[in-house]
């Protein structure tokens, strides 16, 4: 069974660092990109940040700068480091996978982590 599990979610001031973490389990994502997206009430999903198997990235616009998504070298840990964090970063976060060789298509996802930053 394919598990993604985030974890690294809670609170923070504007302004302070968070970092969360996601551990791949039953697959070894060698061939797939990986990504974090996250919602609130207000906003359906959006897509923060991405990385591919050769590790380009591509953050959203309201993150850029600020956020840094990277994974380790046997591709079992995605992670996004959250930098100069504001109110309307609070969401909950997902990390998610495409199939093999990035198909289109965000196939597996983890069941998310809550962020809440207070001003």
């Known amino acids: 069974q394919l598990q993604l599990v985030e974890s690294g979610g809670g609170s923070a001031q504007a302004g302070g660092s968070l970092r969360l973490s996601c551990a791949a389990s039953?697959?070894?994502?060698?061939?797939?990109?990986m990504g974090w997206f996250r919602r609130t009430r207000e906003k359906e999903r959006e897509e923060v940040a991405t990385?591919?198997?050769?590790?380009?990235?591509t953050y959203a616009p309201s993150v850029k700068d600020r956020f840094i998504i990277s994974q380790d070298n046997a591709k079992k840990n995605l992670y996004l480091q959250m930098n100069s964090l504001r109110p309307d970063d609070t969401a909950v976060y997902y990390c998610?996978?495409?199939?093999?060789?990035?198909?289109?298509?965000?196939?597996?996802w983890g069941r998310g982590t809550q962020v809440t930053v207070s001003s």
């Open positions: 998610a996978a495409t199939r093999p060789l990035c198909a289109p298509g965000w196939y597996y």
């Open positions: 039953g697959h070894t994502f060698t061939t797939n990109c």
């Open positions: 990385i591919s198997p050769r590790g380009t990235t």
